[in-house]
């Protein structure tokens, strides 16, 4: 069992930046591919950015030249920094982790409990 929790969300205006954090109960350098997702109110969860341990960080065009995603293999902790945030931002963000490749691609990873990310003046 692999748990994950999440920091680092909050209020911003548009325009700054946060630093989000997801803190794994294992060591990060075993986990195949660890991935940032949000949910905004009435929407589907929708993927932001992944990073693997054998390829390069991945983006949703929307958040391509903002976001960066990276991994403290040190730490167990991955992080999602956001920069220029912008409201339609706001939403819930969430880390998952899947330890294997082939639990990766089969859906069976592990999720946190989500933090608030709300970008408004």
């Known amino acids: 069992q692999v748990q994950l929790v999440e920091s680092g969300g909050g209020l911003v205006q548009p325009g700054g930046s946060l630093r989000l954090s997801c803190v794994a109960s294992?060591?990060?350098?075993?986990?195949?591919?660890m991935e940032w997702y949000r949910q905004a109110p009435g929407k589907q969860r929708e993927l932001v950015a992944v990073?693997?341990?054998?390829?390069?960080?991945d983006y949703v065009d929307s958040v391509k030249g903002r976001f960066t995603i990276s991994r403290d293999n040190a730490k167990n902790t991955l992080y999602l920094q956001m920069n220029n945030l912008r409201p339609e931002d706001t939403a819930v963000y969430y880390c998952?982790?899947?330890?294997?490749?082939?639990?990766?691609?089969?859906?069976?990873?592990?999720w946190g409990q989500g933090t608030q990310v709300t970008v408004s003046s």
């Open positions: 294992v060591s990060i350098f075993s986990i195949y591919a």
């Open positions: 990073v693997t341990s054998r390829g390069s960080p």
């Open positions: 998952y982790g899947g330890v294997t490749y082939s639990d990766y691609v089969a859906g069976r990873g592990y």
